[in-house]
């Protein structure tokens, strides 16, 4: 587990590659293209290169498992390995949207023990520390249970495909806009929305980071069998993924599951 100053260190990283990326962003074209699932661009490798040089020179010893690097993906089965997406929401970066983030978590015996998460443009830096907490900008979080009113999140201006289906048949309250899937994850454990699902294959770099901090805050991430997500079997998920803000929230996962029933 990381100690205090290791942990200001990674922030004042993230918070400088973030200058890096908006200075990028202002200066540069930033051209992407989709390979399968996943938007790639340049800039992806430019964060890439300083998150390894950063982390490397803080713990020498730990493998890094980066989205961009296929041959380091091997280490997910070691002792302890940082895992990162250097830029989780590229099309939102690249389409001049503030909704991405820097994100990484630090797995030790197959579980994140310590995660950041950081959105350049909203100035949000979001931690977690196993069983000590999840913050935003140093403030600590406690998600309050608000399950009488359902505001969902996803990453289009309004509901689309299943998670319009869920919108329309949980009555849920209010719809939220957002880019990055790990941002989402944060929107939850913050308070801002309270479900969050995605019908999608996923990753674990998608997901570590996030899901510690959200499980920090009091807040739940299953697949869709409805398990938590394990991180000693592979690096894809192929199930999709639900977030909730509470365990007095369950109802909703177990109504989402039965609505996927109806659409496979």
Known sequence: ????????????????????????????QNNGLWVKTQYKSEVDL????????????????????????????????????????????????????SGYVIQLALIEKDEPINSFIYCPELK????????????????????????????????????????????QKLNCSKYLESGSLGLKICLIASGEANLFIKNVVVKDWDLAPGDLLLRESGGYLFDFKGEKIKYNTSLTKEEGIIAINSM???????????????VK
Not at 51 to 59: A, D, F, Q, T, V
Not at 248 to 262: A, T
């Open 1 to 28: 587990m990381l100690n205090t100053y290791e942990c200001q260190k990674i922030e004042k990283l993230l918070k400088d590659i973030g200058k890096v990326l908006i200075d990028f962003k202002k200066n540069y």
């Open 46 to 97: 430019i964060s890439e290169k300083l998150l390894k040089n950063g982390l490397y020179k803080l713990k020498p010893g730990i493998p890094i498992v980066s989205e961009e690097d296929l041959n380091s993906h091997k280490f997910y089965k070691s002792e302890i390995y940082w895992i990162i997406d250097p830029i989780d929401g590229t099309a939102s970066y690249c389409n001049g949207f």
């Open 124 to 167: 949000r830096m979001y931690t977690a520390t196993k069983g000590r907490g999840g913050r935003l900008n140093g403030k600590k979080l406690c998600i309050k249970n608000n399950s009488k009113n359902i505001i969902i999140v996803d990453n289009y201006p309004n509901p689309e495909g299943f998670t319009k289906m869920v919108f």
């Open 248 to 262: 007095e929230n369950y109802k909703l996962v177990e109504n989402i599951l039965e609505l996927r029933s109806y």
